[in-house]
């Protein structure tokens, strides 16, 4: 009865909100290329009053004891939700107004309606991040893809796109090459070992190193820009790191090589997939003047996923 009760109530309370903001947000984006802050903080508001109000019922003993489960975990989620929407306004991978709606999204929907798998973690809002940037980097990725193929490939002047396809693609400074994947290398294992020294605080934020992965590839132009810059010391840095892994967080020899070699994997990997990936939009981005999809409906589309998986 319990398990039933509580996502009728959320349907009920929050679920109606979240589809009249979506649905007004989406429109506005699609029409004006606009967020409103009035319907941003009317969800923010909204979602307040109804933890206060149930607040308040429970200390009177009358109800409330299925709203406020996990109070305190949506307290710190909306917290880390707030700086982590910052921190992509900051690096400007979203506007403000996205960033207000991801916050706004974050507060209306209650810890236990993220999967049952999720919920637990301190950021659960993270899977509303990537239920937002999956879908989109995903069409955004087949929509370039396809203009590739169709604008190049397929075009009768062969030898012109073999000398931009080396332009884009070939052309790498191997200096910096490497020191953009020693940069990733130490930050992969810096938080490795982070995640071994305040185990219960940050697995419940952090997982595992997946979800680092993903965050890495939508700020590695970012982070690229400081590893350049900090060669030398990344180096000797990723030395002393490597020391302090093997003699005070590996618990093995077997253990200190396959993180070692995990992480350089990773590393790897970002190289690999982040720059081809940026190209490959690139093409696109550059020779297209009209408006990609707004994003207010990339993030209606994520609070939906979040909502009823």
């Known amino acids: 009865m319990q398990r039933i009760f509580k996502p009728v109530l959320y349907n009920i309370i929050f679920l ?7 649905f007004i947000t989406s429109y506005e984006d699609i029409t004006s290329s606009r967020i409103k802050n009035k319907w941003v903080f009317s969800g923010l508001f909204y979602s307040f009053l109804v933890y206060a109000f149930v607040w308040v019922s429970y200390g009177l ?19 880390i939700s707030s700086i982590t929407a910052y921190l992509l306004w900051h690096f400007k991978t979203w506007g403000a107004g996205d960033a207000k709606l991801f916050i706004c999204y974050s507060a209306l929907i209650p810890m236990g309606q993220y999967s049952r798998v999720y919920f637990d973690y301190y950021f659960a809002s993270f899977l509303l991040l990537l239920a937002i940037f999956i879908p989109a980097t995903a069409f955004l990725f087949l929509k370039s893809i396809a203009y590739f193929i169709k604008k190049f490939i397929l075009s009768k002047d062969r030898k012109k796109t073999i000398v ?3 332009e884009k693609l070939v052309k790498i400074d191997k200096k910096e090459l ?3 994947m020693l940069g990733f290398f130490v930050f992969f ?12 605080l940050l697995n419940k934020i952090l997982p595992n190193q997946n979800i680092v992965l993903l965050i890495s590839l939508f700020l590695f132009q970012r982070l690229s820009g400081i590893f350049k810059k900090n060669a030398n010391f990344l180096l000797i840095f990723s030395i002393a790191l490597i020391l302090y892994f093997g003699f005070k967080t590996a618990y093995s020899w077997e253990h200190f090589f396959l993180e070692i070699g995990s992480m350089l994997i990773r590393a790897m990997f970002i190289m690999a997939a982040a720059p081809v990936f940026k190209k490959i939009i690139g093409f696109y981005t550059e020779r297209s003047s009209r408006k990609t999809t ?7 589309f994520g609070a939906l996923i979040s909502w009823f998986i």
Request: glycine share 6%; hydrophobic share 60%.
């Open 164 to 166: 931009l396809i080396k």
């Open 178 to 180: 490497s020191a953009v």
């Open 189 to 200: 294992l810096s938080l490795q070992i982070l995640r071994y020294t305040f185990y219960n």
């Open 16 to 22: 109606p909100v979240i589809l009249l903001i979506g």
């Open 61 to 79: 003993g009358i109800f409330g004891d299925n709203l406020l489960w996990n109070f305190d975990k949506w307290c710190i989620n909306l917290l």
């Open 294 to 300: 707004p994003f207010a409906l990339w993030m209606f």
